[in-house]
């Protein structure tokens, strides 16, 4: 390999372009320098070493304050591994001066997160546009930055938590083998380790320690604080300066980080035997660190190996049934880092012809050189994101935490003009220097029914561990699950079913799982046209307050409680139902059950809870006004569907919604509560390890006899015959733009020609970038970041919904909507071919299969059957219905049912770009 993994210094000079003046807005407060700005963002400094970046867009109503902390797991020293990730919760738990940080949160509602990756800690908040917002989120960030309680109650609180955490990503295939790629691929340095760290570590941490390293690190010389959103610069900097400026300049130095990590002198292998449902196959390769000047040749590199649909991969390996499903993603960090690939593969199938010919794939650009044409559409879709992510303050804010963490949040405008000056040759010549046997890491996932482990093997021990241990007999073995078939056949014959007292049904799919976890979803239907009508979103609203807090638990005690009982559980309503889903273990599932009842039937309806979630709502429905994806689809819908503004299917628009949820009370939520929810209609399935009398007797005794006091039918859904529209919507000043196409139409999905129909779909929209009209606009034309179709039809009435959809700049709608109907008329004069519907039928055929074999997709096919009187093998006889279509029938159907003249169309952008692009 030619390229130095070693640590370099950035020396990069930037264009700078300054949007504001400092005679915009004066002198700037004392203490405060400004540094430099580039495409709207401005940079300060502080004179306590705060670097803060300021992102005005006036498009947002919503401001987001994102602080990173330069400290991550690469940070850690011996026995610290996890450290920087369990900070990272117990900042959540609160200062002398912010007590209850959550329930702050809720009271601004605000969507706030925090994570940590290997460089670098962020924590941010989203909040509606008000002073009241801002200043609360600035608060506290200066605050926790120093004064977080980092105590040891919130320890041991927080540490079941996090050993959750860990546990569950150990059930995933995915997780599990990324992990053991990067334990094997890097031998000293720290991006080795997994950044929730070590379970002995986490379990054994010593406050001190953690106290410790919260002090080194977070303080203000090794933080930047960005603040994004409907903001005025003038006036946010003064603020800045008021809330950090007081924080003093600590006089520890931070000593950098030396350790490098040596070329590796060949290839290396890994492989993990664990009960699962699917195999993979995984290759890491070293790569330049993220500021490198040949990292973005390693980017599109990447996207032409890897890309889901289009990729090498993808050709080579799903299309010729080697795998399910195939991918790719580069790691951009400080530090020379990894790109990885895996393949997902059916356990029944051989792994060695995937292996071999993923390696090959991945290792054969000398004799399969890269092509100008994988390079151009590699960049453009690597542009595209870049560019359509600005749409967005908040997703800009978030995502220049991972270029501050690899040195610079210039590196992010930087590495788009280096994207933009790659060369077929500077692809070409890093795949022949990263892709090669040395370079290589190997992983293999395989699931094992019963995997042989060395669990008992004899060593040799110093005689006082030899009396230690004398006598000891240890824990139960953790259970590992069994070889579970997810065929149809199968998943009926292992389903049992039954009826509660009042008449609910229940299906059972016992099996023994990692862990002994287990899935659970309740479907309640509620209510009637007559009873339902004028209510608008107090369904919704009810159905959203249910884990709000009940009559014995508030909010926050809830969720402890669940916490407690290793239990996910999230409810939730719409217009003529209310759900819930259940993640927990066998050991925990009746408690978990009990609890659940108390959330269903007595709920608090707090009305400062209520406040809350209606805030949060109204935030949410303020940002899609400005989104033009929103807007066209809303639009299209209230014009397919033009129910009477009193029946519970009419869409209201954007302000009429909002004004509604401002109205509602709690009165009225407790009186939809007690009028309509009950479970004598309800549909309830369980997947995972349980005993079926048991979990029977537990239902019986919490939902058997519960009632509602409005008689239960199912409201028809009818297909309204409508005019077809054209319609432009503006959106100004957003970068992006939006096209939407649909039709309803008289079918159900047990019609003949459905099948057939959905293959078409699949082949003009459905299927990603491989379909007809991704090709066309994305590939061919350049125009679309993402670009497809869909397609569904009711089970129940004769209602099915076709349409399309493009995201591209506002200039390209016209021939965005150009490209759609030359396509489809295509399709309907020329028909598809017979490859096109051999893979896009091959593709849907082992989709399902996956989907079968993951319990928390496989509960929601079984509850969606019990209302429909279905068994699995509905299901199987549609999948032999799209085995047995010929072309014929598929381009038939497509002529027949899809005709451009009855589409409606939608387009939102900005007005002033596409008269701008014309003149």
């Given at each position: 390999?030619?390229f130095n ?8 000079t ?9 005679a ?18 401005t940079e300060?400094?502080?004179?306590n070493g ?44 609160g ?6 940080i ?9 969507e706030?997160?925090?994570?940590t ?16 917002n801002?200043n ?7 605050d926790?930055?120093i ?6 109650k919130?320890l041991?609180?927080?540490m079941t ?16 083998l990324?992990?053991?790629?990067l ?15 070590a ?5 054994n ?8 390293f919260y002090k ?7 933080a ?5 959103g ?5 006036e946010?900097?003064?603020k ?5 400026g007081?924080?003093k ?15 590796q002198?060949?290839?290396?292998k ?15 390769y070293?790569t330049?660190?993220?500021a ?6 390693v980017?599109v ?7 889901s649909e ?6 080579e390996?799903?299309k ?7 991918f ?26 995937t292996?071999?010919a993923?390696l090959n ?12 044409e994988?390079v151009?559409?590699a ?17 800009v ?7 501050i963490?690899?040195?610079d949040?210039?590196?992010l405008?930087l ?28 992983g ?11 669990d ?5 021990a ?6 230690m ?9 953790v ?6 078939d997810?065929?149809?056949?199968n998943?009926?014959?292992r389903?049992?079913?039954?009826e509660l007292?009042?008449?609910a049904?229940?299906?059972y799919?016992?099996?023994k ?22 209510l608008?979103?107090?369904p919704?609203?009810?159905g959203?307050m249910l ?13 402890a ?41 007595n ?20 940002q ?15 014009h ?5 503004d009193?029946?519970p299917?009419?869409s209201?628009?954007?302000d009429?919604?909002i004004?509604?949820i401002?109205e509602v009370?709690?009165s ?8 309509f ?5 309800a ?10 009398d ?6 019986d ?8 006091v ?13 005019d077809a529209i054209?319609r432009?919507?503006?959106?100004p ?32 929209g459905g ?8 090709k ?9 970041y993402?670009?497809?179709s ?12 076709f ?8 200039e ?10 030359e396509?489809?008329?295509?399709v309907v004069k ?5 490859k ?5 039928r ?11 074999a993951k319990?928390?997709?496989l509960v ?6 019990i ?9 199987k ?11 014929e029938?598929?381009?038939a159907a497509?002529?027949n ?21 014309k003149?």
């Amino acid at each position: 390999m030619t390229f130095n993994f070693k640590k370099t210094a950035l020396a990069i000079t930037f264009a700078v372009a300054t949007s504001t003046s400092f005679a915009t807005f004066g002198k700037l407060p004392e203490g405060v320098e400004k540094v430099t700005s580039v495409e709207g963002i401005t940079e300060y400094r502080l004179d306590n070493g705060l670097q803060v970046l300021i992102f005005p867009d006036k498009t947002q109503e919503t401001i987001t304050v994102n602080i990173v902390y330069h400290v991550g797991s690469k940070h850690e020293n011996y026995g610290e591994t996890g450290m920087a990730h369990l900070l990272e919760h117990l900042v959540f738990k609160g200062t002398p001066k912010h007590t209850d940080i959550d329930e702050e949160f809720t009271k601004h509602g605000a969507e706030a997160n925090g994570t940590t990756w290997f460089d670098r800690t962020n924590y941010y908040e989203t909040v509606a546009a008000n002073e009241e917002n801002l200043n609360w989120a600035l608060d506290l960030e200066a605050d926790r930055m120093i004064n977080s309680f980092i105590a040891k109650k919130d320890l041991d609180s927080e540490m079941t938590v996090v050993r959750n955490e860990l546990e569950n990503g150990e059930n995933s295939p995915f997780r599990v083998l990324f992990q053991r790629l990067l334990a094997t691929g890097f031998d000293w340095h720290n991006y080795g380790k997994s950044t929730i760290g070590a379970r002995a570590d986490l379990e054994n941490v010593d406050i001190t320690n953690l106290q410790a390293f919260y002090k080194k690190h977070y303080q203000p010389d090794n933080a930047t604080l960005i603040v994004a959103g409907k903001v005025d610069e003038a006036e946010l900097i003064k603020k800045i300066e008021h809330y950090f400026g007081d924080v003093k300049k600590p006089t520890r130095v931070i000593p950098e980080l030396y350790t490098e990590e040596p070329i590796q002198d060949g290839e290396r292998k890994v492989v993990v035997r664990r009960t699962g449902d699917v195999q993979m196959v995984g290759a890491m390769y070293k790569t330049p660190a993220g500021a490198d000047e040949d990292y973005a040749a390693v980017q599109v590199l990447t996207q032409i190996m890897g890309d889901s649909e289009t990729g090498r991969l993808h050709n080579e390996i799903v299309k010729n049934k080697l795998a399910a499903s195939t991918f790719g993603f580069p790691f951009q960090l400080a530090e020379p880092g990894a790109v990885i690939f895996m393949a997902q593969v059916a356990k029944d199938k051989d792994l060695a012809p995937t292996e071999k010919a993923f390696l090959n794939t991945l290792e054969n650009s000398a004799t399969k050189p890269i092509t100008k044409e994988e390079v151009e559409r590699a960049k453009t879709k690597l542009l595209k994101q870049i560019e359509l992510s600005f749409n967005n303050s908040q997703s800009v804010t978030i995502g220049l935490t991972e270029w501050i963490g690899m040195g610079d949040w210039r590196l992010l405008f930087l590495n788009r003009d280096r994207l933009e000056k790659v060369t077929v040759a500077d692809v070409q010549r890093m795949a022949n220097e990263i892709f090669v046997n040395d370079n290589r890491t190997l992983g293999l996932f395989i699931p094992e029914q019963k995997p042989d482990r060395a669990d008992s093997i004899e060593r040799f021990a110093q005689a006082d561990i030899d009396k230690m241990l004398e006598g000891y007999e240890g824990r139960e073995e953790v259970a590992q699950g069994e070889d579970f078939d997810p065929s149809h056949d199968n998943i009926d014959a292992r389903t049992v079913k039954s009826e509660l007292a009042n008449g609910a049904k229940v299906v059972y799919l016992p099996k023994k799982t990692r862990g002994e976890s287990v899935v659970v979803r309740v479907n309640f239907d509620l209510g009637n046209l007559e009873d339902l009508r004028g209510l608008k979103v107090i369904p919704k609203l009810a159905g959203g307050m249910l884990d709000r807090g009940t009559e014995k638990y508030s909010r926050e005690e809830l969720q402890a409680e669940f916490d407690k009982l290793k239990a996910n559980v999230s409810s939730y309503g719409s217009a003529t139902s209310a759900g819930v889903s259940i993640q927990t273990t066998k050991e925990n599932l009746t408690a978990v059950l009990g609890l659940v009842e108390e959330v269903l039937k007595n709920p608090r309806f707090d009305q400062k809870e209520l406040e809350i979630l209606k805030q949060e709502m109204v935030v949410s429905l303020e940002q899609q006004k400005q989104q033009p994806t929103s807007q066209v689809f809303r639009q299209l819908q209230r014009h397919l569907s033009p129910y009477d503004d009193s029946h519970p299917y009419y869409s209201m628009d954007i302000d009429d919604e909002i004004a509604a949820i401002k109205e509602v009370e709690t009165s009225e939520l407790k009186q939809f509560h007690k009028n309509f929810m009950g479970a004598q209609d309800a549909d309830i399935a369980l997947v995972g390890d349980f005993a079926v009398d048991d979990v029977k007797s537990k239902l019986d005794s919490t939902l058997g006899q519960w009632q509602s006091v409005v008689p239960y039918e199912r409201i028809k859904r009818e297909t309204k015959d409508v005019d077809a529209i054209n319609r432009f919507v503006d959106t100004p000043d957003k970068a992006g733009a939006a096209f939407g196409a649909m039709m309803n139409f008289k079918m159900r999905d047990d019609h003949k020609d459905y099948p057939a129909l959905t293959m078409a779909n699949e082949i003009f929209g459905g299927s990603g970038l491989g379909s007809r009209l991704a090709k066309r606009l994305r590939q061919q034309d350049g125009l679309s970041y993402g670009a497809g179709s869909w397609l569904n039809a009711s089970s129940y009435d004769e209602n099915a919904t076709f349409g399309a959809y493009a995201i591209c700049a506002p200039e390209n709608l016209p021939k965005v909507e150009q490209g759609f109907k030359e396509e489809f008329e295509r399709v309907v004069k020329e028909g598809f071919t017979q490859k096109e519907l051999d893979d896009a039928r091959k593709g849907v055929l082992q989709g399902n299969r996956i989907n079968r074999a993951k319990d928390n997709r496989l509960v929601g096919a079984l509850t969606s059957n019990i209302d429909l009187g279905r068994s699995m093998q509905w299901n199987k006889g549609f999948e032999e219905k799209l085995q047995k279509l010929t072309l014929e029938e598929v381009n038939a159907a497509f002529r027949n049912y899809f005709r451009l003249e009855d589409i409606s169309i939608i387009k939102a952008g900005d007005k002033n770009k596409m008269e701008a692009a014309k003149s």
